[in-house]
Structure formats: structure tokens, C-alpha cells
């Protein structure tokens, strides 16, 4: 007789466990930060394609190239042979929604490639005007809650730098440790963790206005 081996069972995740440690290290990540880039520059870059396209300047792949250098990571701007149809990027096959460039791109595709039609020379820089001026609201406001939202971590982490004297009136007062912890915790560490994730709806909104507006 053969003796068979049972094989010991594989080790099960810890889904929690996961979800926090990615939770935790999403303000580490590069895709995070290429988000934050792309916030703080898609408002000027618009502000700059108005006239620009106005004299027929291609403003439509200026602003495609932004969208494809900085929003590749959660949202998949970028390259590849196939992707599944919320994918944004270049290849040969993609769904109806990616941004990128590729020879063959299905209809609300943005970005560059052999076959764009009518997304070419004047009909490009009317599609970047059109972004430039109906994607400023939304930019100007992913702008500003960025730079106020990420500028509130330096700001409570180094509240010692920027508090007085008395700390009686202060959050977690009225002993100093007690202040600095409560503005470190809440308003340091908590907007760190809490400023990727709304990065990352931004971004998303900010992607399906110039996939709409740009393809």
C-alpha cells in the first residue's frame, strides 16, 4: 500500500490584519503621492492650457500626459497588453473607460495613439479646453483641500513650534503633554492616514471627468 501524506492546511489570512496594515501604509506608498502631485498640479496646468488652446496649442495631450504620469496606480493609468474595462492605460485591448494611448482604443478612451480621429489637432485642443475650463471647479477644490489637508499634519505633529503659553484653553489641555498628544493623534496621525484614502476618491472623480471630457 502507498502511504499518502496528507499536506498540513494552508495558513489562513487575517483579513482585519490585512485591511489595517494596508490602511496603515497607504501614506507610504508612491501612488500616493503621484495623487497629491497630480491635485496640486492639474488646476495651473488648466489654468495654462485656457489660452493655450484658445490659440490652438494641443492642451488635450498636455493634460492627458498629466493624467497618465500621475494617476497611475489605483486607478491603472498606464501601459499594458490587456486590461479589464475600468482600467486606464495603453495596449493592445482595453475596456470602454481606460485612459492611455494604444493602436486600437475603445470610445471613451483618453489618451494617444494610431488611430484617435478626431481627437487630433484642432478637435484635440477644443477637447483640452473643454477640460481645462469644466474641470477647474473640481481641480481648484481637490487643490485646496490637499494642500489645507496634508499641511495639517506637519502643523499638529510640530504643535510645540506654534503654541503659547498657556495651554489651558488648547485641545487636551490644560498640561502641555496632554495638548501636544490630542493635536499629534487627531490632528497629525489621523489626517496622515485619512488624506491618501481621500486622495483616492478625488483622483477618482477628477479620472472619470477627463476620460468623458478628453477622449
Not at 56 to 65: E, V
Not at 89 to 102: E, N, Q, T, W
Not at 201 to 211: D, G, H, I, K
Amino acid at each position: 500500500m502507498v502511504a499518502v501524506q496528507k499536506l498540513p492546511p494552508s495558513p489562513v489570512r487575517d483579513e482585519p490584519a490585512v485591511r489595517v496594515w494596508r490602511f496603515v501604509r497607504e501614506p507610504f506608498e508612491a501612488d500616493t503621492w503621484r495623487r497629491v502631485a497630480y491635485a496640486l498640479l492639474a488646476f495651473p496646468l488648466g489654468v495654462v492650457c485656457v489660452p493655450l488652446a484658445l490659440t490652438g496649442a494641443p492642451a488635450g495631450p498636455w493634460q492627458r500626459g498629466l493624467v497618465l504620469r500621475f494617476l497611475d496606480g489605483p486607478a491603472h493609468v498606464g501601459s499594458g497588453s490587456s486590461r479589464g474595462p475600468a482600467h486606464e492605460g495603453s495596449g493592445s485591448s482595453r475596456g470602454p473607460a481606460h485612459v492611455g494611448s494604444g493602436a486600437s482604443e475603445g470610445p471613451a478612451h483618453v489618451g494617444s495613439g494610431s488611430s484617435e480621429g478626431p481627437a487630433d489637432g484642432t478637435s484635440g485642443s477644443s477637447r483640452g479646453l473643454a477640460h481645462a475650463v469644466l474641470a477647474a471647479p473640481l481641480n481648484l477644490l481637490v487643490l485646496a483641500v490637499t494642500v489645507y489637508g496634508w499641511s495639517l499634519v506637519p502643523m499638529n505633529l510640530g504643535w510645540p513650534l506654534r503654541a503659547g503659553s498657556d495651554y489651558a484653553d488648547a485641545w487636551g489641555g490644560p498640561t502641555f503633554a496632554g495638548a501636544w498628544a490630542f493635536h499629534a493623534i487627531v490632528g497629525g496621525i489621523g489626517f496622515l492616514l485619512l488624506m491618501p484614502w481621500l486622495g483616492r476618491v478625488m483622483a477618482s472623480v477628477q479620472l472619470r471627468l477627463a476620460a468623458a471630457l478628453l477622449s
